[in-house]
């Protein structure tokens, strides 16, 4: 089936250091892949997305995703994690445009230690 | 702005009975979604919608049924409640350009079935 996996559950990173949160994507086609982050008790928001051109795009609050063909991964990274950044993340995807069935990773609860 | 907005936040159902949840977007978009978030499992794709008059199932569609009578409503109806159907629900809404743009959230219903 079409869709993205997030093979993390739970990720424990101490303040400062650097983060990497992993996606595998299973599209036939180049698909449309975003990240998204939900805060305790809170909607989802969007951090960043990918559909075309440069491998390498930036989000907000300091957060980047490289989207690598050859290994069907969408990896997100942030170079030093801040207390704020607890929360859970998803990736999601669309297979391609006209495609409008968006669905979602089960997600990586990610803890910052002091 | 209003955005994406869900009615009702909490609900208590008892098992067999039915309801509705509401969802109304005030943004012109044309794709509406209802997932369902369950802990481990992510956000799993109820049902979706492209336009008005239209629905299509996502991945997890038995015991509940949708309609888009009104572009800017989506409505989620459960007809005969069980407790595998507590859960949290948001609904989400995505403009004309659909697969490759932000979807934005709801704040999410927290239904309990007993």
């Known amino acids: 089936a079409q869709s993205v996996t997030q093979p993390d559950i739970h990720i424990t990173v101490s303040e400062g250091a650097s983060l990497e949160l992993r996606c595998n994507y299973s599209y036939g086609a180049t698909p449309y892949l975003f990240w998204y982050v939900q805060s305790p008790g809170q909607g989802l928001q969007l951090l960043l997305k990918y559909f075309s051109g440069d491998t390498l795009v930036q989000g907000i609050k300091g957060f980047e995703a490289e989207f690598k063909r050859s290994q069907s991964s969408f990896n997100l990274r942030k170079p030093s994690v801040h207390w704020s950044d607890a929360a859970e993340y998803f990736c999601?995807?669309?297979?391609?445009?006209?495609?409008?069935?968006?669905?979602f990773g089960t997600g990586t609860r990610l803890t910052i230690i002091p | 702005n209003a955005g994406v907005t869900q009615t009702p936040k909490f609900r208590v159902l008892k098992t067999g009975q039915s309801m509705t949840l509401l969802c109304a977007q005030d943004m012109n978009h044309e794709y509406m979604y209802w997932y369902r978030q369950d802990p481990g499992m992510g956000l799993r794709l109820i049902h979706y919608?492209?336009?008005?008059?239209?629905?299509a199932k996502g991945e997890v569609p038995d015991g509940y049924n949708v309609s888009r009578l009104k572009k800017q409503n989506f409505l989620l109806g459960l007809e005969s409640a069980a407790p595998s159907q507590t859960s949290v629900y948001f609904c989400?809404?995505?403009?004309?350009?659909?697969?490759?743009?932000?979807?934005?959230f709801g704040q999410g219903t927290r239904l309990t079935v007993v």
């Open positions: 989400a809404s995505r403009p004309p350009q659909g697969a490759r743009t932000e979807a934005f």
């Open positions: 999601a995807g669309n297979p391609n445009f006209g495609n409008e069935k968006l669905t």
């Open positions: 919608s492209v336009g008005e008059g239209t629905t």
